[in-house]
């Protein structure tokens, strides 16, 4: 779509012609396209919001970047909050320090759990152990399985004592999900304690906890 289109769908009344406008600027350089996701990135639609926000990651300009910093902290809705926090991962180790202040200052989980992976892909394992401590802490469930989740990149590190003793405290848990990734989680941990609760693990009264402890064997 030639960029003088693009233009009148962003300017559209109609959702499905701002969409598609926002759409087509993927085959453009981001000099090109960030002015122009700009215009929608106050629309009233959230879907259209939402792509923006997505678009901001893959197109990356300094002003593509400060507004990702602005919808982290200001936008309404924490689905596109979520978006944003995944896209400013995109940017790197600046983008770090911005991450962790998210994490800690929004309790929505959708929020969390997107910060948690988007910090995981950036080479930063003190501040990823502080966000797996603080989802651990967090009421939500989801919250603490991702936490336990990425406990698993500490396995082979000089953290992996530390990563452990936060798994063996959740093997007990009340939640059956829980137990069950903690024993995914457990077969990439070589101390001993790590398969002596795999090997209790294996007698748990939910089968799906079994079942996952059982992955270790094969």
Same mark, same amino acid.
């Given at each position: 779509?030639?960029l003088?289109?693009?233009a009148?769908?962003l300017?559209?009344? &109609?959702p499905?012609? !701002?969409?598609?406008? #926002?759409? %087509? +600027? ?10 122009? $996701? ?33 919808m982290?902290a200001?936008?309404?809705d924490?689905?596109?909050r ?16 911005h ?8 309790? &929505?989980?959708?929020? !969390?759990?997107?910060? #948690?992976? %988007? +910090?995981?892909?950036?080479d ?6 502080? $966000? ?8 939500d469930?989801?919250?603490k ?16 004592d ?17 137990r ?9 941990f ?8 795999l ?8 089968h799906?906890?079994?079942? %996952? ?6």
């Open positions: 779509m030639e003088n289109a693009i009148e769908h300017d559209s009344e &109609n499905q012609d !701002r969409m598609r406008g #926002i759409t %087509a +600027l993927r085959e453009y350089e981001p000099e090109v396209a960030v002015p122009l $996701l700009m215009r929608c990135v106050d629309d009233s639609e959230v879907m259209i919001r939402s792509f923006v926000a997505m678009g901001l990651g893959y197109k990356q300009t300094p002003a593509a970047y400060e507004k990702l910093l602005t982290v200001d936008e309404a924490p689905n596109i979520a978006e944003a926090a995944n896209s400013l991962g995109k940017y790197g180790q600046v983008a770090i320090p991450l962790v202040k998210a994490f800690h200052s929004n309790l &929505n989980w959708l929020m !969390r759990l997107s910060i #948690i992976p %988007a +910090l995981a892909r950036l930063a394992p003190a501040e990823l152990m502080n $966000l797996c401590q603080a989802g651990l802490r967090d009421a469930v989801t919250v399985e991702t936490a336990i989740t990425y406990l698993m990149d500490f396995a082979k590190g000089p953290q992996s530390e990563a452990l003793t936060l798994l063996l405290s959740y093997a007990d848990s009340e939640h059956w999900n829980l069950r990734q903690v024993a995914l989680v457990l077969k990439s070589e101390q001993d304690q790590a398969q002596e609760t090997m209790q693990l294996r007698q748990d009264p939910d799906r906890v079994v079942a %996952a402890a059982l992955e270790a064997l094969v």
